[in-house]
């Protein structure tokens, strides 16, 4: 029998291998690599960004208010004179971090509601799921206001209402994730082992289902950053001076045909992270599904 | 008896980030008139790959990057498209093994027999009805003027490979081609499928290669045997000789393991099928054969004619000729 | 190699070690809001008993209700009517501690290797769950003694645990099922086709090391198959079954030396594995079999048979001893 320290070497070696596989098939899907790249360049604009700022992007200077693009500042000045550039860059870090913390949020409590629903069935399947009706009734962004309106504004409250409006989506998508899993012979045979219910649950089904949630979740990422950018363009979310996408758009919106740069830029951030979150999904999507293979092309 | 179908040194491959598969790797044999010719083997041996190259269905990553396919004369792989399409369902036909898959589930199956028709003949699917009507009780499928409205998931899996087979015999094809065709059968089902193909085979005087890993079920229904090993062919032969004499090892062995003793060690043969992205150096079958020489590790075995038979292994050709 | 195969630990003093009584298991088909409930009779009364250390085929075609019995009897499924019994206790009945140790005393194996192994679980987690169910105490380097010592019970190099199941063969998933299954000591096996996915030159690898392993350890095996040169090779008896019903069942060599029932005679005409050849064109294979929905009156298998006359119209047959331990189903036998 080799050493204790050889074996659990390899068995590192083995799951190293699973997850390098994965990386080049995800590779190969240039748009999704490239939104990736878009993406970690914002996550890192997030957390160093606000250290690096040219000015502060609460000092406001009225001489300056509106002022176009230019060399002093990059992206244009708002209506309190304050660098766009700035506020653009300490706002990544509440739109994302709205985006994240209310996915993981929503995520959290879905799945395991969507799991315990799927795998137990019965009454408490049909409870959480008239629950989860009730909540799908709502259009999401309403459900989104209605919460706020509710808790009051601020950032979390805003993190909560977005949370919980994802909530219903998440429970319908592993309940469904859930079936599929239900039915394959390896959970049969963790039961005819003797295994609980909590553990074939835990051990065995979610496992199976945390892909394919992982890969819809960057989905709702960009749902979510759409909702709040719009609650923040309503004014309900995010509240002045802080700096948030949507909220910039709000307030900005007055001067649209005068000064475009106002909006267009915080727009522009809005626009690209979503639909990078999308596209790294759908890389994501193909790289985890075992029959799409890649072709290469031989040599010579 | 005439040629109807030379394959020559055919090499089909699949490029995949893990490597290149070598699916089929220089193949050869041909098929006459009126003849049925099975293609036995394991999955990985190639012989599904085969009956694809023949009819040009290998889709990317798979790639036909060598040899000749001879129908008739003309080199297939050489033909474009719209010449292949003339050909598929007219002179070669495929009949394959799940028909659920391969039935449209949203128009009926007089529509769709009569495509078949329409594609052809130039035949409007609704004045083909008593050709479909026809063809249907050709194949034994009962009340068949009634059958022609029904839709696919009505029918039983029997039922839908009759269907299979009749839109495969519809423009007596020169060449049919079965690819496992009862594999998803049962057993009393399979019977009466296999002998109702033998019957329209025999009726149109067409040619057949049958595919399967079946053994038991090609020495009943095929007049010379094709044996694959991973992408190779390893022997060529009537079928009587194959069975009562098998001169390659691993014909051997699966000729060993058709054997069924009563309540006693089965034999198997040790090992398992070879990957194909790196098969064995020399001869694919050497890691698992009980004959295997030296010169079966460094060099591939040719092909050798012995009696009208092929065989490719290094017991019977000299070395590396 | 017998020194690899644990000792054996079963002992059992009873001659029926599995039992099912007038067992129906029914499948509700949905058809509208007004309309009566309809079913599928998958198992439609069935009643028969394993021995100790003996192999029984369960042989049918699809919609047979093998696979379902199978299921059934080891506790997988409740019936809609009818008992199991294990020596003598009633499995569905069980509850707590009892419940647990004849759980882990039912096994069993299924067709397809691609879906029965936790495709996220490495092979050394996959037998290790199953030992903790045993010895939940046991400490990892202890477990992985033992997940060693079970893969060389299965021939398998010692190098398969760090394996994820994509890396490995359907013959060698198999194995890691069986020693899955093994780990926990089970009493029974419901074997279900575990060989008809797998490529031919593996199939007999995988059926000497299961009834090495039965011979070794003693335990029952129930092998559903349709393959009837399998089962004239490993089994002790047959269960012969059509449409949820057994219609014959006898020890391997009188059924096949003297099949009674005309589906069994026709099984054998259509089978190209077949050790012994039917000859008599009567038996011919032909039709299909009916809707399960609907079955028809009286005999169910009056669509098909060859001898059939108007007295099968009326009743379904009952299963009767024609001969010594050999049971049919079928009036023209008595």
């Not at chain 2, 008739?72 to 003339?86: I, N, T």
């Not at chain 2, 229904?221 to 069975?243: L, Q, W």
């Not at chain 3, 057994?246 to 026709?266: A, D, G, Q």
């Amino acid at each position: 029998m080799g050493e204790v320290s050889i074996v659990i070497e390899k068995l590192r070696e083995a799951k190293a291998r699973q997850r390098a596989l994965l990386w080049l098939k995800f590779k190969s899907n240039k748009a999704a690599f490239i939104s990736l790249c878009i993406l970690t360049f914002i996550f890192l604009l997030a957390i160093l960004g606000p250290y690096m700022v040219p000015e502060s992007p609460y000092d406001f200077n009225l001489s300056r208010a509106l002022e176009p693009p230019s060399l002093n500042s990059i992206f244009g000045r708002d209506e309190l004179g304050r660098n766009i550039l700035s506020r653009v860059i300490v706002g990544s870090r509440f739109s994302i971090g709205v985006a994240l913390l209310s996915v993981l949020l929503g995520g959290c409590i879905g799945v395991l509601l969507g799991l315990v629903s799927g795998y137990i069935g019965g009454k408490v399947d049909v409870v959480i799921q008239r629950f989860t009706d009730i909540l799908l009734a709502f259009p999401t962004i309403l459900l989104a206001i209605a919460l706020i309106s509710v808790l009051g504004v601020g950032i979390g409250n805003l993190i909560v209402s977005i949370g919980v409006s994802t909530v219903p989506i998440y429970i319908r998508l592993s309940r469904s994730l859930v079936f599929q899993i239900r039915s394959e012979d390896y959970i049969t045979a963790a039961f005819a082992l003797g295994k609980s219910g909590r553990y074939i649950m835990f051990r065995h089904v979610l496992p199976n289902i945390l892909p394919a949630i992982i890969v819809q979740s960057t989905y709702y990422m960009g749902l979510s950053l759409l909702l709040a950018s719009g609650l923040g363009f309503l004014g309900l979310g995010v509240q002045p001076p802080i700096p948030e996408w949507g909220a910039m758009i709000g307030s900005g919106r007055t001067y649209i045909y005068s000064s475009p740069h106002v909006i267009i830029f915080p727009g522009l951030f809005i626009l690209i992270s979503a639909l990078c979150f999308n596209l790294t999904g759908d890389g994501l999507r193909d790289a985890l599904d075992p029959r799409i293979k890649v072709m290469i092309r031989r040599a010579g | 008896m005439q040629e109807i179908l030379r394959i020559e040194n055919l090499k089909v491959y699949y490029y995949l980030p893990q490597g290149i598969v070598k699916a089929v790797d220089d193949v050869s044999f041909n098929v006459y008139t009126d003849e049925v010719l099975g293609i036995a083997g394991e999955s990985g041996s190639g012989k599904s790959t085969v009956a694809h190259a023949i009819l040009r269905l290998v889709k990317p990553p798979g790639e036909i990057i060598g040899g000749r396919i001879l129908f008739k004369g003309r080199d297939l792989l050489k033909l474009s498209e719209d010449e292949m399409r003339a050909l598929r369902g007219r002179e070669i036909t495929l009949i394959f093994q799940d028909p659920s898959t391969y039935l449209n589930p949203v128009y009926t199956v007089g529509f769709q027999i009569g495509e078949v028709y329409e594609a052809h003949e130039k035949v409007k699917p609704k004045k083909a009805i008593h050709k479909v009507v026809d063809i249907l009780r050709s194949v034994k499928i009962p009340d068949p003027t009634r059958r022609i409205y029904s839709y696919p998931h009505e029918l039983s899996g029997g039922m839908k490979q009759r269907i299979l087979i009749s839109m495969g015999i519809a423009l007596t094809p020169t060449l049919i081609i079965a690819d496992e065709p009862t594999s998803a059968l049962d057993v009393t089902i399979q019977a009466q499928i296999i002998e109702l193909l033998d019957e329209m085979r025999r009726e149109i005087r067409a040619s057949m290669i049958f595919i399967t890993h079946d053994l038991h079920l090609l020495s009943e229904i095929s007049n010379r045997i094709m044996v694959m090993y991973a992408g190779k062919c390893v022997e060529i032969g009537e079928t009587s000789k194959i069975t009562s004499d098998p001169l390659h090892p691993y014909t051997k062995a699966l000729m060993q393991l058709l054997r069924y003793p009563r309540k006693s060690k089965l034999q198997s043969l040790r090992g398992s099928p070879p990957s194909l992205i790196n098969p064995p150096r020399g001869c694919r079958f050497h890691p698992r054969c009980l004959y295997s020489m030296d010169t079966c590790r460094e060099y591939e075995p040719n092909i050798v004619n012995i009696n009208g038979r092929t065989v490719s292994c290094f017991l019977y050709s000299g070395r590396y000729g | 190699m017998e020194e690899l195969f644990p000792a054996s630990y079963i002992v059992v003093d009873m001659v029926e070690l599995l039992k099912t009584v007038n067992l129906k298991k029914y499948f509700p088909v949905k058809s509208g809001f007004l309309s009566k409930p309809i079913y599928i009779r998958a198992v439609d009364d069935v009643n028969i008993s394993i021995k100790p250390s003996e192999v029984v085929a369960l042989v049918g075609e699809s919609g047979s209700g093998k696979t379902t019995l199978g299921r059934v009897m080891i506790g997988l499924m409740k019936p809609d009517s009818g008992n199991v019994f294990f020596k003598g206790k009633d499995i569905y009945k069980l509850k707590g501690r009892e419940y647990i140790e004849a759980r882990h005393k039912l096994q069993i194996i299924f067709q397809n290797p691609d879906s029965s192994i936790n495709p996220r679980m490495q092979v050394v987690d996959v037998i290790g769950e199953a030992i903790k169910e045993l010895n939940p105490k046991l400490s990892s380097r202890e477990i992985l003694d033992e997940v060693l010592r079970l893969l060389e019970t299965v021939a398998l190099s010692p190098d398969h645990i760090y394996k994820y199941p994509h890396e490995l063969s359907g013959g060698e998933k198999q194995r890691v099922v069986i020693a899955r299954v093994i780990a926990v000591k089970p009493e029974v096996i419901v074997a279900d086709e575990p060989t008809s996915a797998l490529d031919i030159s593996i199939r007999s690898q995988i059926l000497n090391l299961l009834m090495d392993l039965q011979k070794a350890i003693g335990i029952s095996l129930i092998f559903i198959t349709h393959d009837l040169g399998i089962v004239w090779s490993i089994s002790d008896r047959v269960a012969i079954m059509y449409m949820g019903k057994i219609v014959e069942l006898s020890e391997t060599e009188e059924i096949f030396s003297n099949p009674l029932h005309p589906y069994t005679k026709m099984l054998i005409a259509s089978s190209p594995s077949t050790p012994i050849k039917i000859t008599d064109p009567t038996f011919k294979p032909r039709g299909e079999p009916p809707s399960l929905i609907n079955p028809p009156r009286g005999c169910i298998f009056i669509t098909r048979c060859p001898i059939a006359t108007e007295k099968c119209l009326i009743n379904s047959p009952p299963l009767i001893e024609a001969s010594r331990n050999h049971y049919v189903a079928c009036i023209r036998n008595n």
